[in-house]
């Protein structure tokens, strides 16, 4: 499932693709290193790689797990359900 942030990473990562590989997996990583690595050897490589990466570690959605299984039921959750998700 795709989201927003991530389709925004996507074009950013047209543009310059280590940042949208620091953004997504932080600034001292090995993914990081691998990505600036490929943008050495050329901007193709780089540029899959870090949508790689943006495909690999995806957003989650606000609504997981219980809730959205109950919703698809059309109930409500119990109330000790959001509390624990918050």
Not at 50 to 65: L, V
Request: charged share 20%; net charge positive; aromatic share 10%.
């Amino acid at each position: 499932m795709c989201c927003t942030s991530d389709i925004l990473l996507g074009v950013l990562a047209i543009l310059f693709p280590p940042i949208a590989v620091w953004i997504k997996s932080g600034l001292c990583t090995i993914d990081s290193l691998i990505n600036i690595l490929l943008c050495m050897l050329g901007y193709i490589p780089g540029l899959l790689h870090a949508w790689y990466i943006i495909a690999k570690y995806p957003e989650q959605d606000e609504n997981t797990g219980y809730e959205r299984a109950y919703r698809r039921r059309s109930r409500k959750p119990p109330r000790d359900v959001l509390l624990c998700e918050r």
